[in-house]
């Protein structure tokens, strides 16, 4: 069996913090795949990643519905 190979961090450019306010669908896509990352791993069964998948895309729904509320207000 060949050994699993991961990403390695190469380089950082532009340093800067991140928020949920300013990045927030690269911290989606990070949950996301960490959430991957558990179940490939046997950390979490299908049916706890189907779950934590759902609450997360609800997350985001939620997010964007009130973005829209926001927006229309102003």
Do not use: P
Not at 31 to 49: C, D, I, V
């Amino acid at each position: 069996m060949a050994a699993r190979q991961f990403a390695e961090l190469q380089q950082i450019d532009n340093n800067e913090a991140i928020t949920k306010e300013t990045h927030y669908d690269f911290l989606y896509h990070l949950q996301s795949a960490l959430l991957l990352a558990l179940r490939e791993q046997g950390r979490l069964n299908a049916m706890q990643h189907r779950h934590a998948e759902e609450k997360l895309k609800q997350q985001r729904r939620d997010r964007a519905k009130n973005i829209l509320e926001k927006g229309e207000n102003t």
